[in-house]
């Protein structure tokens, strides 16, 4: 795919991964969509690409909301009168152990509102943006590709049930969606970053940034923009579909 003047959307797109990936499709030259919860840090994102001399539009939504996504990729395709690639970015975590015990007798165990919230937002909101863009993509009869974003925790992390399921739903669902789409000229793939150095773990005490890097073969933290590069280089290679690419400096779970 050519990426001058492609419409690329990405949830989540105000902060962190999101932005870095907007800022490596608006680099190539994509007019750049960005979907995020928070209408402030939409603002603050805008104003920074503004600063660099990029135009993004940008959209308030809950992409746990079926009404809200909608809404969202209908404006988006009204403004700009295409939908070429759709990230889909948004996540949350709520981590906690599935049972805490001590000397036999359970003491806390991971409650319904944690498992719900974060697959409501990590698999149903890929789900129904997923969905959402396949079906403007066939209507507008240009092709595209889906890109979902999942994690190393797809392979199973402790303390984390929620993210970890949600994280191998996502990757799943874009072998599906590259077996289904075809036939319409788009494509599905998934990314799954190991670390990655965004507020989150930048705000994180020395001694627990050496723990997490500890195990990782190259001993650092990935970088937002390198995985803003994995997702340009699957846009850009036509031939690329159905497969995930694991961003997470050579470490195993």
Same mark, same amino acid.
């Given at each position: 795919?050519?990426?001058?003047?492609?419409?690329?959307?990405?949830?989540?797109?105000?902060?962190?991964?999101?932005?870095?990936?907007? %800022?490596?499709?608006?680099?190539?030259?994509?007019?750049?969509?960005?979907?995020?919860?928070?209408?402030?840090?939409?603002?603050?994102?805008?104003?920074?690409? %503004?600063?660099?001399?990029?135009?993004?539009?940008?959209?308030?939504?809950?992409?746990?909301?079926?009404?809200?996504?909608?809404?969202?990729?209908?404006?988006?395709?009204?403004?700009?009168?295409?939908?070429?690639?759709?990230?889909?970015?948004?996540?949350?975590?709520?981590?906690?152990?599935?049972?805490?015990?001590?000397?036999?007798?359970?003491?806390?165990?991971?409650?319904?509102?944690?498992?719900?919230?974060?697959?409501?937002?990590?698999?149903?909101?890929?789900?129904?943006?997923?969905?959402?863009?396949?079906?403007?993509?066939?209507?507008?009869?240009?092709?595209?590709?889906?890109?979902?974003? %999942?994690?190393?925790?797809?392979?199973?992390?402790?303390?984390?049930?929620?993210?970890?399921?949600?994280?191998?739903?996502?990757?799943?669902?874009?072998?599906?969606?590259?077996?289904?789409?075809?036939?319409?000229?788009?494509?599905?793939?998934?990314?799954?970053?190991?670390?990655?150095?965004?507020?989150?773990?930048?705000?994180?005490?020395?001694?627990?940034?050496?723990?997490?890097?500890?195990?990782?073969?190259?001993?650092?933290?990935?970088?937002?923009?390198?995985?803003?590069?994995?997702?340009?280089?699957?846009?850009?290679?036509?031939?690329?579909?159905?497969? %995930?690419?694991?961003?997470?400096?050579?470490?195993?779970?």
């Amino acid at each position: 795919m050519q990426l001058t003047d492609k419409v690329v959307v990405v949830t989540g797109g105000a902060r962190g991964i999101g932005r870095a990936i907007a %800022s490596a499709f608006a680099d190539r030259g994509a007019r750049v969509a960005l979907v995020d919860l928070n209408p402030a840090d939409l603002e603050t994102a805008k104003a920074e690409f %503004s600063r660099a001399g990029v135009d993004v539009r940008t959209y308030a939504a809950n992409v746990a909301r079926e009404e809200q996504v909608v809404e969202a990729l209908d404006n988006i395709v009204a403004d700009l009168g295409r939908l070429d690639v759709m990230v889909n970015n948004a996540g949350i975590i709520k981590d906690g152990l599935l049972i805490k015990a001590k000397n036999g007798a359970v003491t806390g165990k991971m409650g319904l509102e944690q498992w719900q919230a974060v697959i409501d937002v990590n698999l149903t909101g890929v789900f129904l943006c997923g969905r959402e863009a396949a079906e403007r993509m066939v209507r507008l009869g240009h092709g595209g590709l889906i890109i979902n974003i %999942s994690s190393i925790s797809k392979c199973g992390n402790a303390g984390q049930t929620n993210y970890s399921a949600a994280k191998a739903g996502v990757t799943a669902m874009a072998v599906v969606w590259a077996k289904e789409l075809a036939r319409y000229g788009i494509r599905a793939a998934a990314i799954a970053p190991g670390f990655t150095r965004t507020d989150l773990l930048s705000g994180m005490p020395q001694e627990m940034l050496d723990k997490v890097t500890a195990p990782v073969p190259l001993k650092r933290l990935a970088l937002p923009e390198e995985i803003g590069h994995t997702a340009v280089f699957i846009a850009e290679n036509d031939y690329f579909t159905g497969r %995930s690419i694991d961003v997470d400096g050579g470490l195993r779970l």
